[in-house]
């Protein structure tokens, strides 16, 4: 099955720019979400289908996707940005749909 | 106001059974494919199933395939998580999910499964 890999901590000091790498192989031609998830709490959609941004989601957070790696984008980050992020496709194998490891966003 | 709340986790022993419901409201139910999606205690996400428009349309992970049968009652906006021969790594909060973007997401329910 599909394997989706992400480191499992980033650190970033607000204000700066944090991202999130999400690889795979040949990721570049899925179509890739990610998910914030903040303890004790569900996870919620910031990014669809590589770049798309729901309603609500700040522009902060962006996505790109290319080749083996996908990435999270988060601008000016937050200290409210702190949670663990999860990046997620669909693949035509079994158990299509994959979610990565998961990313500890820690803000100091 | 869109939202899914899911209900029906427990404490059970291995080998029982639960049924898990996850009701839908503030949107056209019958558009859209529901996802179940758990997360084993400090672990990350896993998928577990889904159920299309369709009532035949439906797929399962490897891990609870022959086991879990999941199943939509239109009339009443409800999937269910049909839940048997379980086992201690069944252990987690299961969630359903909106759509295959994962739009939207209900507040989990905790099932045990422990001796």
Redesign the interface.
């Known amino acids: 099955s599909y394997v989706l890999t992400q480191p499992p901590a980033v650190s970033v000091a607000p204000g700066q720019t944090a991202r999130i790498t999400c690889g795979g192989n040949n990721i570049g031609s899925k179509n890739v979400?990610w998910?914030q998830?903040k303890p004790g709490q569900?996870?919620?959609?910031v990014v669809?289908?590589d770049s798309g941004r729901?309603s609500g989601i700040p522009e902060r957070f962006s996505g790109s996707n290319s080749g083996n790696t996908a990435t999270l984008t988060i601008s000016r980050v937050e200290v409210g940005d702190e949670a663990?992020y999860?990046c997620?496709v669909?693949d035509n194998s079994?158990?299509?749909?994959?979610?990565?490891?998961?990313t500890k966003l820690c803000v100091l | 106001q869109e939202q899914l709340v899911e209900s029906g986790g427990g404490v059970v022993q291995p080998g029982r059974s639960l049924r898990l419901s996850c009701r839908a409201s503030g949107f056209p139910f019958s558009d859209y494919v529901l996802?179940w999606?758990r997360q084993a205690p400090g672990k990350?996400?896993?998928?577990v199933a889904?159920i299309g428009y369709k009532r035949n349309d439906k797929?399962y992970?490897?891990?609870v395939k022959g086991r879990f049968t999941t199943s939509r009652d239109t009339s009443k906006n409800t999937v269910y998580l049909e839940m048997n021969s379980l086992r201690v790594e069944d252990t987690g909060i299961y969630?359903c999910?909106r759509d295959?973007?994962?739009?939207v997401?209900?507040?989990?329910t905790t099932v045990t499964v422990s001796s």
């Open positions: 979400q998910f998830q569900a996870p919620v959609l669809y289908d729901p663990d999860y997620q669909w079994r158990d299509p749909w994959v979610f990565g490891g998961g | 996802h999606v990350g996400l896993k998928w889904l797929d992970a490897d891990s969630y999910a295959n973007r994962m739009d997401w209900g507040q989990g």
